[in-house]
T-cell receptor, first 115, second 113 residues
Framework: NAGVTQTPKFRILKIGQSMTLQCTQD?????MYWYRQDPGMGLKLIYY???????DKGEVPNGYNVSRSTTEDFPLRLELAAPSQTSVYFC??????????????FGQGTRLTVV | DQQVKQNSPSLSVQEGRISILNCDYT??????FLWYKKYPAEGPTFLIS?????DKNEDGRFTVFLNKSAKHLSLHIVPSQPGDSAVYFC????????????FGTGTLLAVQP
């Protein structure tokens, strides 16, 4: 069982370039999340999705876009990379139940450096 | 506006003693709380959780306490082991249709042998 898979693991971008961080899960979870973790800081929610076709902004959405065309995939798009987007990005998924008593499972992260 | 706060960036304890990690929240709509453990270069892994209808949940060496009136929760690790050294994140979930999951800033726990 692969769980949550993120690609790539590392990436260096130049200012102004664009890229897509991939995230896929094989647990048939409805909820998916994107977080960023800056050095010495906590996890900040960028975007989240409650199901295919439904996405919403989190705490720090500026400079990012997402889409959710399938249950399995939740890619994160950076259109014009800036040094402030240098961070480690984590994708997570969570099972939907009648009550929110479930944990989220995380991928291994993508370390992005913008120079 | 930081809805979930961990005011202690770091904590050092001796092996075998109790580790107590604290977390405060501001959003009264949060109804489920989780603790995650994170090692360097890895994704966070789930440790223990508690529903807002409870005030305590125990799993082996780990116990989470919730004080809803104070909007405060804590994680107790007894006895602490060197392998527990990691960053611990508190997280809170707002129920309903959104199920947003908001994390705190983390506490670095160092367990000294």
């Amino acid at each position: 069982n692969a769980g949550v898979t993120q690609t790539p693991k590392f990436r260096i971008l130049k200012i102004g370039q664009s890229m897509t961080l991939q995230c896929t899960q094989d647990m048939n979870h409805n909820y998916m999340y994107w977080y960023r973790q800056d050095p010495g800081m906590g996890l900040k929610l960028i975007y989240y999705s409650v199901g295919a076709g439904i996405t919403d902004k989190g705490e720090v959405p500026n400079g990012y876009n997402v889409s959710r065309s399938t249950t399995e995939d939740f890619p994160l798009r950076l259109e014009l990379a800036a040094p402030s987007q240098t961070s480690v990005y984590f994708c997570a998924s969570r099972r939907r139940t009648g009550t929110p008593d479930t944990e989220a499972f995380f991928g291994q992260g993508t370390r992005l450096t913008v120079v | 506006d930081q809805q979930v706060k961990q005011n202690s960036p770091s904590l050092s304890v001796q092996e075998g003693r109790i580790s107590i990690l604290n977390c405060d929240y501001t959003n009264s709509m949060f109804d489920y709380f989780l603790w995650y453990k994170k090692y360097p270069a890895e994704g966070p892994t789930f440790l223990i959780s508690i529903s807002s209808i409870k005030d305590k949940n125990e799993d082996g060496r780990f116990t989470v306490f919730l004080n809803k009136s104070a909007k405060h929760l804590s994680l107790h690790i007894v006895p602490s082991q060197p392998g527990d050294s990691a960053v611990y994140f508190c997280a809170a979930s707002e129920g309903g249709a959104t199920n947003k999951l908001i994390f705190g800033t983390g506490t670095l726990l160092a367990v000294q042998p």
